[in-house]
């Protein structure tokens, strides 16, 4: 069974504000990735991490920003939310090594609304 | 370009039919490839994968997969449907965890 934590599960929130969805895993997993999930959409990876210390962005441009100061947790910030980033949000982990060849572990996500 | 293509937006199944779910990719070389499950309100969970060798796999749950690479495709199978299998499915398909291209799902409803 996976163990990887998503809070909060859901968030109604205004125009403006700041707000950080929280990611952790306890399988101590050096690889770290962030999802967004919209609608009869394919899933667009916005932010990995190799390891503490590491972080890259995905192939989906994304306003938000990550850091990973300790194995377990991967928080992803955003400054200012908008409208447009009303979606799902998947946290997800790995093994390193061996290309992807080890599989991913999902949290149950975030879906966030911004008003 | 990478991409999955999963033709089937929405499908319907009575309770003890075969299922078969569409995949067709786009890569530059063989990638691997998988399958998951998502249940309403989780996360998604790996189903099967293949890397090489047999092109017939077996999964969890009784679910199956054979990649075709003539036809550039990865169906998913299941010989009797249960209640529990309604969620939505998703094809992937990348050489590293980074690059992964996923499918927009397709919805599985099953009939009493």
């Known amino acids: 069974e996976a163990d990887i934590y998503q809070t909060p599960r859901y968030l109604v929130i205004g125009t403006g504000k700041k707000i950080t969805l929280e990611c952790s895993q306890t399988?101590?997993?050096?690889?770290m990735y962030w999802y967004q999930q919209d609608p009869g959409m394919e899933l667009h990876l916005i932010h990995y991490?190799?390891?503490?210390?590491?972080?890259e962005k995905g192939d989906l441009s994304s306003e938000s920003t990550v850091s990973r100061i300790r194995t377990e947790h991967f928080p992803l910030t955003l400054e200012s939310a908008r409208p447009s980033h009303t979606s799902q949000y998947l946290c997800?982990?790995?093994?390193f090594g061996g290309g992807a060849s080890y599989e991913q572990y999902f949290g149950p996500g975030t879906r966030l609304t911004v008003t | 370009a990478q991409s999955v293509t999963q033709p089937d937006i929405h499908i319907t199944v009575s309770e003890g039919a075969s299922l078969e779910l569409r995949c067709n990719y786009s890569?530059?070389?063989?990638?691997?490839l998988f399958w998951y499950v998502q249940s309403p309100g989780q996360g998604l969970q790996l189903l099967l994968k293949y890397f090489s060798g047999d092109t017939l796999v077996q999964g969890i749950k009784g679910f199956e997969a054979e990649f075709k690479r003539s036809q550039s495709s990865f169906n998913l199978r299941k010989p009797s449907v249960h209640w529990s299998d309604a969620a939505e499915y998703f094809c992937a398909v990348g050489r590293n965890n980074n690059d992964m291209r996923f499918g927009a799902g397709t919805r599985l409803t099953v009939k009493p």
């Open positions: 399988m101590g997993h050096d690889k």
């Open positions: 991490s190799y390891g503490v210390n590491s972080t």
């Open positions: 890569y530059g070389a063989t990638p691997y």
């Open positions: 997800a982990s790995s093994e």
